[in-house]
């Protein structure tokens, strides 16, 4: 395939962390022990679906967390990677609109990219009961009325499945209700990097049909500000500003008093005019050209043969319905999902660097080059599950799920003129001999077609032993096949032809049993001690063909015998505390993840593809912590934070003795900090006649991390492209350090109420206007380009928000 502060202030801001937060936990738990049980429950608890049923938040055994509607609200937070800067062990690699990767504790096998559709999620992304996530592109769901967004850490294959190795996140939505006529709306304007406007609009209604029938309706419309700057010949400002665009639509019905049927459909569009990419080295702009103009790219710039594009249709139809039979629940959840997603990127260096490998002309090396990367899935899934619905001691669930998915993938890498350059160059008719049926002036083609099929059941039930001892204990068996044909045509392609399903080489199948145990001791009402066990699993898979003919015969040799890849698999070990009292909650964690046959994805360097392997064994440790606390009334504090170690326990080498990729034993693990922390204050003061003025602050570290195992070696590195081009020798180096630097992001804002539902917030994101460097971004092993995709800088914006 072809693709594409100082360290003693954080020290010092993440032990301040620790201090803090476990003196107020050290309180929180004398004050537990001392009180017992004389502490009221909070009126105002947060009630979770994790369990599969209802159950407050802190009384799930295991870690969680969930932010609210009001929590999103003020924070400003319109995404997931807002939501992950403030949630313990949570991470997110952007690559893009709608293209971010999601770990958990650390469980992170490396940046995938668009072109491997075949790698699967490690953490599995719900929209209430419905499975929305693919391996690269999560939907960017937006954010409004949300009930909450829950984070599962630790894996969840007893009754998640698959994709659920590292965790689970849940955006859950406010439901249809009978009670009352009720609505918000919602407008937004913001200036990103002081000249890019963005904005957005929403709104959700709830209108009571009967007191057995209600609809809830939601729409929004979002206009991104860009804020990279292209040059070159489709250069420009802001080139990478977007929109998205959307609605859900929910009714429930309740013909019985035991029977709730819920039908729904939800739309959106994602559409980006291009990429967050900050470049510093491409094949048309370096300072080392003599016979055209050297350009050094600067901050939050990058150069354009042609403007980029991606586009995302994302459609879910599901049915909820839920049969009360008298001290069992029967629950049947089914669901399709349609997603089509286009990438169209600048392929021109990628291209332009081949070309100059192929001795064509300089005019054949400036074609604008645009490689169109299409994704078309259809998935359906049902599960059907039994739950305990009494107060007796023991309370269970069982169920069956099947799911079957159709993904077609393609590639085209239309370059209008190219063959012409060709067959002067190679020879008369070579374009037309390699083509392989595919269009032609298009050197790279490619189509893939997947067939998955998925069946599973699982069980889990616990058991109140009294005295405050409860066990809780399941497991799932799952069973899995997937097929796959591979088609490539192109000068760059070897024209391959796996056309047969059903060939060894294009199938891949496995099954296994993922068990948990939860051992849950309640000292008090308000403090409670867990242990658990749990295994979870990732599917594998079959790696695409090397593009022999762009590879070096060392890449190919080093590359080129890794077909298949195995199933991943993980145990995790885990002791959580968690602890509520008047006027706080602490919860604490520590874990210990045994990683085995971990999927690492690596550049596969000149070859222009990537490459799956398995680390036979690594590892993730860590501690997390949440605490919460009203010291004073109107006053709120919370602080948030991570630090954990995640690293490969084996080498893996080729026949050489040569480490591949960079997994080495001690090596970290790519893409996730080792210390994230999060600290947030809030003021709430009443002003007079029902109004209110709130204050709230933020502050989010990031720690430093690495996009790709191999990127801590020989680091910083010297990139030299080999490529003679406009009088550059290609034997210049560009050096660039890769290891992603750490970041804080401070918040601010104000907030006017009043008593009728009216709210107007003034808020600046980002204050000191830093550039997170979230990923690094090489075409074709960095000969051709060398880029960082960059967050979002300072932030300024109003939003008004108006409840009846």
């Given at each position: 395939m072809i693709n594409n502060s100082s360290n003693g202030a954080v020290r010092r801001f993440v032990l301040a962390s620790v201090a803090v937060s476990a003196l107020i936990a050290g309180n929180a738990a004398a004050q537990t022990a001392q009180a017992a049980d004389a502490a009221e429950t909070d009126s105002n608890e947060i009630i979770v679906t994790a369990t599969k049923r209802n159950e407050t938040l802190q009384n799930v055994p295991f870690s969680i967390n969930a932010v609210t509607a009001e929590e999103l609200q003020r924070s400003n937070a319109t995404t997931l990677e807002d939501v992950s800067r403030s949630v313990a062990g949570l991470t997110i690699q952007n690559l893009g609109p709608g293209q971010s990767q999601v770990a958990i504790r650390g469980v992170s096998s490396g940046q995938i990219v668009r072109d491997q559709p075949g790698v699967k999620e490690q953490v599995g992304i719900y929209l209430d009961e419905s499975v929305i996530s693919l391996s690269l592109f999560t939907p960017d769901v937006d954010l409004f009325d949300l009930a909450r967004v829950e984070t599962l850490r630790g894996p969840q294959g007893t009754l998640f499945g698959s994709g659920s190795v590292g965790g689970t996140v849940r955006f859950i939505t406010a439901q249809p209700n009978t009670d009352k006529l009720e609505g918000s709306v919602e407008a937004n304007v913001n200036l990103v990097a002081e000249d890019a406007v963005g904005g957005s609009i929403k709104g959700a209604i709830n209108v009571p049909l009967s007191d057995r029938a209600a609809v809830r309706a939601v729409g929004y419309y979002t206009r991104y500000g860009g804020f990279i700057d292209a040059l070159g010949p489709a250069g420009g400002n802001n080139v990478n500003s977007g929109e998205r665009y959307g609605g859900r639509l929910a009714l429930t019905l309740k013909p019985t008093d035991?029977?709730?049927?819920?039908?729904?459909?939800?739309?959106?569009?994602?559409?980006?005019?291009?990429?967050?990419?900050?470049?510093?080295?491409?094949?048309?702009?370096?300072?080392?050209?003599?016979?055209?103009?050297?350009?050094?790219?600067?901050?939050?710039?990058?150069?354009?043969?042609?403007?980029?594009?991606?586009?995302?249709?994302?459609?879910?139809?599901?049915?909820?319905?839920?049969?009360?039979?008298?001290?069992?629940?029967?629950?049947?959840?089914?669901?399709?999902?349609?997603?089509?997603?286009?990438?169209?990127?600048?392929?021109?260096?990628?291209?332009?660097?081949?070309?100059?490998?192929?001795?064509?002309?300089?005019?054949?090396?400036?074609?604008?080059?645009?490689?169109?990367?299409?994704?078309?899935?259809?998935?359906?899934?049902?599960?059907?599950?039994?739950?305990?619905?009494?107060?007796?001691?023991?309370?269970?669930?069982?169920?069956?799920?099947?799911?079957?998915?159709?993904?077609?993938?393609?590639?085209?890498?239309?370059?209008?003129?190219?063959?012409?350059?060709?067959?002067?160059?190679?020879?008369?008719?070579?374009?037309?001999?390699?083509?392989?049926?595919?269009?032609?002036?298009?050197p790279y083609n490619a189509d893939l077609r997947y067939k998955l099929q998925q069946w599973a059941i699982f069980g889990e039930a616990s058991y109140n032993f009294g005295g405050g001892f409860?066990?809780?204990?399941?497991?799932?068996?799952?069973?899995?096949?997937?097929?796959?044909?591979?088609?490539?045509?192109?000068?760059?392609?070897?024209?391959?032809?796996?056309?047969?399903?059903?060939?060894?080489?294009?199938?891949?199948?496995?099954?296994?049993?993922?068990?948990?145990?939860?051992?849950?001791?309640?000292?008090?009402?308000?403090?409670?001690?867990?242990?658990?066990?749990?295994?979870?699993?990732?599917?594998?898979?079959?790696?695409?063909?090397?593009?022999?003919?762009?590879?070096?015969?060392?890449?190919?040799?080093?590359?080129?015998?890794?077909?298949?890849?195995?199933?991943?698999?993980?145990?995790?070990?885990?002791?959580?505390?968690?602890?509520?009292?008047?006027?706080?909650?602490?919860?604490?964690?520590?874990?210990?993840?045994?990683?085995?046959?971990?999927?690492?994805?690596?550049?596969?360097?000149?070859?222009?593809?990537?490459?799956?392997?398995?680390?036979?064994?690594?590892?993730?440790?860590?501690?997390?912590?949440?605490?919460?606390?009203?010291?004073?009334?109107?006053?709120?504090?919370?602080?948030?934070?991570?630090?954990?170690?995640?690293?490969?326990?084996?080498?893996?080498?080729?026949?050489?003795?040569?480490?591949?990729?960079?997994?080495?034993?001690?090596?970290?693990?790519?893409?996730?900090?080792?210390?994230?922390?999060?600290?947030?204050?809030?003021?709430?003061?009443?002003?007079?006649?029902?109004?209110?003025?709130?204050?709230?602050?933020?502050?989010?570290?990031?720690?430093?991390?690495?996009?790709?195992?191999?990127?801590?070696?020989?680091?910083?590195?010297?990139?030299?492209?080999?490529?003679?081009?406009?009088?550059?020798?290609?034997?210049?180096?560009?050096?660039?350090?890769?290891?992603?630097?750490?970041?804080?992001?401070?918040?601010?804002?104000?907030?006017?109420?009043?008593?009728?539902?009216?709210?107007?917030?003034?808020?600046v994101n980002n204050v000191f206007d830093e550039t997170p460097l979230l990923s690094f971004d090489r075409e074709r092993g960095g000969r051709a380009r060398l880029a960082f995709n960059v967050g979002q800088p300072r932030t300024i914006g109003i939003t008004a928000r108006k409840k009846f």
């Open positions: 035991t029977l709730t049927i819920t039908p729904r459909v939800v739309y959106q569009e994602v559409v980006a005019d291009g990429f967050n990419r900050q470049e510093a080295f491409n094949l048309y702009a370096q300072p080392f050209t003599t016979t055209r103009p050297a350009i050094q790219l600067g901050n939050r710039q990058q150069y354009l043969l042609l403007r980029e594009r991606f586009k995302d249709k994302f459609l879910l139809a599901d049915l909820n319905i839920g049969l009360d039979l008298g001290g069992v629940t029967v629950t049947s959840v089914s669901s399709y999902v349609n997603r089509d997603v286009l990438v169209s990127r600048d392929a021109s260096a990628l291209t332009g660097s081949v070309s100059v490998d192929l001795g064509l002309p300089t005019a054949a090396v400036l074609l604008p080059s645009n490689l169109r990367d299409t994704t078309d899935v259809e998935q359906f899934s049902q599960e059907l599950r039994l739950s305990s619905n009494s107060d007796g001691p023991l309370q269970w669930v069982v169920g069956g799920f099947f799911t079957d998915q159709k993904r077609n993938y393609a590639q085209r890498l239309p370059t209008p003129g190219y063959d012409a350059f060709v067959d002067a160059t190679l020879g008369a008719g070579t374009s037309a001999a390699v083509a392989n049926g595919f269009p032609l002036n298009s409860k066990l809780t204990a399941g497991g799932r068996y799952y069973n899995f096949d997937e097929k796959r044909t591979f088609q490539s045509g192109g000068l760059f392609s070897n024209s391959d032809n796996f056309t047969n399903f059903n060939a060894p080489g294009n199938r891949t199948s496995s099954d296994g049993f993922t068990p948990r145990v939860i051992a849950s001791y309640e000292a008090s009402r308000n403090f409670t001690v867990n242990l658990q066990a749990a295994k979870g699993f990732r599917l594998g898979g079959v790696n695409d063909p090397l593009n022999a003919g762009l590879c070096s015969a060392q890449d190919l040799a080093i590359f080129g015998g890794y077909q298949r890849y195995s199933d991943e698999t993980l145990w995790n070990y885990e002791a959580n505390v968690k602890a509520r009292g008047r006027g706080f909650t602490a919860n604490a964690a520590v874990f210990y993840n045994d990683i085995n046959n971990l999927q690492v994805t690596l550049d596969a360097g000149s070859c222009s593809s990537r490459v799956v392997f398995n680390a036979p064994k690594a590892h993730s440790f860590g501690f997390e912590w949440e605490v919460t606390a009203n010291p004073a009334p109107g006053f709120d504090v919370g602080i948030s934070g991570t630090i954990q170690d995640a690293r490969f326990d084996s080498t893996v080498r080729d026949g050489t003795g040569a480490v591949i990729g960079g997994i080495r034993d001690g090596n970290r693990l790519p893409t996730v900090p080792q210390f994230q922390v999060s600290a947030n204050a809030s003021y709430e003061a009443q002003i007079g006649n029902g109004q209110t003025a709130t204050f709230l602050a933020s502050i989010q570290h990031v720690g430093n991390r690495y996009t790709q195992p191999g990127d801590q070696e020989n680091n910083p590195r010297a990139f030299v492209s080999g490529l003679p081009f406009a009088g550059a020798s290609g034997n210049d180096a560009t050096l660039l350090n890769l290891r992603l630097r750490d970041y804080q992001l401070v918040n601010l804002s104000i907030t006017w109420a009043n008593s009728s539902g009216l709210s107007i917030s003034a808020y």
